[in-house]
Nanobody, 125 residues
């Protein structure tokens, strides 16, 4: 069984920063692509935020976060990070991490195999 646990969410003022972490444990794949998604209301489709390949050299971002968010990973720690700078109220959402055995940085939620429970990020104006 695979477990993903997000942490680092919280309340921050506009213009502030947060760093999300996603700890992966259990019987994971030998290598995996890590991704972050967000959902601003229940029932709405999860929106792709960023993804990073196993080697860490390939990263992909949604246009809405380019230049503000940075995804990274530490494979020794089985952890994927999302550094979020210059946060804006429209970034308010529940943020989810996910992993896929696919080797490319897909932005499609249905291509991810395992998901965390999410961490709430709220940005006040």
């Amino acid at each position: 069984q695979v477990h993903l646990v997000e942490s680092g969410g919280g309340l921050v003022q506009a213009g502030g920063s947060l760093r999300l972490s996603c700890a992966v444990s259990g019987r994971t794949f030998s290598s995996y692509t890590g991704g972050w998604f967000r959902q601003d209301s229940p029932g709405k489709e999860r929106e792709f935020v960023a993804a990073i390949s196993w080697g860490g050299f390939g990263a992909r971002y949604a246009d809405s976060v380019k230049g503000r968010f940075t995804i990274s990973r530490d494979n020794a720690k089985n952890t994927v990070y999302l550094q979020m700078n210059s946060l804006a109220p429209e970034d308010t959402a529940a943020y989810y991490c996910a992993i896929t055995r696919l080797e490319y940085t897909t932005g499609l939620p249905h291509e991810y195999d395992h998901w965390g429970q999410g961490t709430q990020v709220t940005v006040s104006s």
